[in-house]
């Protein structure tokens, strides 16, 4: 069982940056789906960005599509989310999610959090206007 703690998050102006990481407790989470998800006050929780466990295929929401990037460190056992030109609609605690799951299709990953089985505990991102 891999144990994933996230941080980076803290309060930004609107066009700023930040980047979150995501550290594994394993030696392997080159094994693992990854993604990254936020969940704003009374919303839903929502897909932000995901990349696939063997060949880093990268897949984001539209609504950040452009702005951020998603990437991991099998080295380090640490993936990242860098965020530029942050928006106030941006503001959630975004957490990281592990998927272990093989896929004959090296380069599919989910996006629905249902299917991700692991779980940073999650980092505040408030984005202020």
């Known amino acids: 069982q891999v144990q994933l703690r996230d941080s980076g998050g803290g309060l930004v102006q609107a066009g700023g940056s930040l980047r979150l990481s995501c550290a594994a407790s394993?030696?392997?989470?080159?094994?693992?789906?990854v993604g990254w998800f936020r969940q704003a006050p009374g919303k839903a929780r929502e897909f932000v960005a995901a990349?696939?466990?063997?060949?880093?295929?990268?897949y984001y929401a539209d609504s950040v599509k452009g702005r951020f990037t998603i990437s991991r460190d099998n080295a380090k056992n640490t993936m990242y989310l860098q965020m530029n030109s942050l928006k106030p609609e941006d503001t959630a605690v975004y957490s990281c999610?592990?998927?272990?799951?093989?896929?004959?299709?090296?380069?599919?990953?989910?996006?629905?959090?249902?299917?991700?089985?692991?779980w940073g505990q999650g980092t505040q991102v408030t984005v202020s206007s």
């Open positions: 999610a592990a998927d272990p799951t093989y896929y004959p299709n090296s380069a599919y990953v989910p996006i629905l959090p249902a299917a991700y089985d692991y």
């Open positions: 394993e030696r392997t989470l080159s094994n693992y789906g």
């Open positions: 990349i696939s466990r063997s060949v880093g295929t990268t």
